[in-house]
């Protein structure tokens, strides 16, 4: 998710991408992955993130 996520923004040229953060359970983000996590470890454009 966060791959699609980063992927449109760079397709529609914007400059900023503001998203919530939310967090799940450990194991629940190791079996079903988590869009926060992915994101933050592979932005490439500035993120605003709010939790």
């Given at each position: 998710?966060?791959?699609?996520?980063?992927?449109?923004?760079?397709?529609?040229?914007?400059?900023?991408?503001?998203?919530?953060?939310?967090?799940?359970?450990?194991?629940?983000?190791?079996?079903?992955?988590?869009?926060?996590?992915?994101?933050?470890?592979?932005?490439?454009?500035?993120?605003l993130?709010s939790?």
């Open positions: 998710t966060g791959g699609a996520l980063l992927s449109y923004a760079a397709d529609g040229g914007y400059d900023l991408l503001v998203m919530g953060a939310y967090g799940h359970a450990r194991l629940q983000e190791l079996v079903l992955g988590g869009a926060t996590r992915s994101i933050l470890a592979t932005m490439t454009l500035p993120v993130m939790h």
